[in-house]
C-alpha cells in the first residue's frame, strides 16, 4: 500500500518554505517535523540554547539587583507571531501577484496548540505522529469533509500532541 501524502499547492509551498527559513532568521530556533494538512500544521519548534551568555559563568561578577547573562532567546510565542505574520503577508502577496484564492478574515486563527516534550521517547513518538498525520487525514476531526462524528470523543493516543498549530478551511494543497 502507498503510503498517503500531502501534494503542496503553491500557497502550501511557500508555507513550507516560510517553515523551513525559520532557522535562518532566528539564532537559537530550530525546527524538526513539519507537515502542511489540507486546513492547518503540525510542526515542532525546538529552542536550541538561549545564547552563549545564558548561564553566567563563576568568572563574571555579580552586581546585586541586576540581571546576570544575556536576554534569552525568542519565545516559542514570538516565533509561531512570526511565522504567521510572514506567511500572511506572503500568503497576501500570492493573492495581489499570482491569482491565488483570497481568504475572509484571517488567514490563522488566534490561538494555537501547544506540548512542551519531555524527553527523547516523546519527541519520537510526536514526530511519529507528525510524520503519519497525511494518512490519517480522512479521519481527522478537523476535516470538514469527515462524516463520522464518534471521532471527536476521541481521546488523544500516548504521544500524541495535546494540540497543534493549525488553521480552519484554510487550503495548501491542491
Not at 61 to 69: D, M, Y
Request: proline letters at 8%.
Amino acid at each position: 500500500m502507498m503510503a498517503k501524502q500531502m501534494v503542496l499547492n503553491d500557497a502550501g509551498k511557500m508555507i513550507r518554505s516560510v517553515w523551513d527559513e525559520i532557522p535562518h532568521h532566528y539564532p537559537g530556533i530550530g525546527t524538526d517535523e513539519f507537515v502542511i494538512m489540507p486546513n492547518h500544521i503540525h510542526g515542532i519548534i525546538v529552542i536550541v540554547k538561549a545564547g552563549s551568555r545564558a548561564c553566567p559563568s563563576s568568572v563574571q561578577p555579580s552586581i546585586k539587583g541586576q540581571p546576570q547573562g544575556g536576554a534569552p532567546t525568542m519565545t516559542l510565542p514570538d516565533v509561531v507571531h512570526r511565522f504567521k505574520t510572514m506567511t500572511t503577508k506572503r500568503y497576501s502577496d500570492g493573492v495581489k501577484q499570482n491569482d491565488w484564492k483570497p481568504f475572509p478574515g484571517k488567514l490563522w486563527q488566534r490561538n494555537y496548540w501547544e506540548h512542551i516534550v519531555r524527553d527523547e521517547l516523546e519527541l519520537n513518538a510526536i514526530r511519529e505522529y507528525v510524520r503519519n498525520n497525511p494518512a490519517q487525514w480522512e479521519l481527522d476531526r478537523l476535516n470538514v469533509m469527515f462524516s463520522d462524528r464518534q471521532a471527536f470523543k476521541k481521546k488523544p493516543q500516548k504521544g500524541q500532541p495535546q494540540g497543534v498549530a493549525h488553521t480552519e478551511g484554510k487550503p495548501w494543497m491542491v
